[in-house]
């Protein structure tokens, strides 16, 4: 398995209640992404990273901000979280951002908003 | 933005037959890749094939194998001598080579029965 952990790996909160999602990787890859998986809609990008500091946004990325800066970690913060943020949270690293450098995704961060 | 189709929400297979997984695709880009990836109840994303648009070899990884047609922009995957394994849930992806960015289909899910 790509070196990929995120964590926690399941949380319950309040709506409203900030939120911090935590991806670390010990591939030393560029590219770090943020996507989220809900039925009927496969996984949707919601920001990723091409390098420290420098990140750009993804197809949802509303209610969302990432920051990124060491190599090896990045943050997914919901700031005030809402029901529709009830989902699951896929980290996914590259070392290329190309297809020729297929993504490598962690096991997925359970969230529940209540 | 990539458009990626998966028309059988689901589907089953007795256990040593074979299955097909349909997903078209929308998109004016001449260089990209296709992915399959499988995602089994424990959640993880498997990568399980890739293809390259340029190359007109369909890609085999063992018992997987895809029918890549371009100009119908249809990239099917075929699961041979299904095994009780192979349930999970399969996601057809799209990566334009020019983008650092994956665009998922809605997956199908894939019941392998004894």
């Known amino acids: 398995d790509a070196g990929i952990t995120q964590s926690p790996r399941h949380k319950v909160t309040e709506t409203g209640t900030p939120v911090t999602l935590r991806c670390h990787q010990t591939?030393?890859?560029?590219?770090m992404y943020w996507y989220r998986q809900d039925p009927g809609h496969g996984l949707r990008l919601i920001h990723y990273s091409y390098g420290v500091k420098d990140t750009d946004k993804g197809e949802v990325s509303d209610g969302y901000s990432v920051s990124r800066s060491k190599t090896e970690d990045f943050l997914l913060t919901l700031e005030s979280a809402t029901s529709s943020q009830t989902s699951v949270y896929f980290c996914?690293?590259?070392?290329?951002?190309?297809?020729?450098?297929?993504?490598?995704f962690g096991n997925g961060t359970r969230l529940t908003v209540t | 933005a990539q458009t990626v189709t998966q028309s059988q929400p689901e589907m089953s297979v007795q256990e040593a037959e074979t299955v097909t997984l349909s997903c078209t695709y929308d998109?004016?880009?001449?260089?990209?890749?296709l992915f399959w990836y499988k995602q089994p109840p424990s959640r993880q994303m498997i990568l399980v094939i890739r293809?390259?648009?340029?190359?007109?070899q369909n890609a085999t990884e063992n018992r997987f194998s895809v029918n890549f047609q371009k100009a119908a922009k249809s990239f099917s995957l075929k699961i041979s001598d299904s095994q009780l394994g192979d349930t999970a849930m399969y996601f057809c992806a799209f990566m334009a080579s020019n983008d650092y960015k994956l665009s998922f289909g809605a997956g199908t899910t894939v019941t392998v029965r004894a």
């Open positions: 591939e030393n890859h560029r590219y």
């Open positions: 293809q390259e648009a340029y190359k007109q």
């Open positions: 998109t004016s880009e001449n260089n990209y890749y």
């Open positions: 996914a690293i590259s070392e290329s951002g190309q297809g020729n450098s297929p993504l490598h």
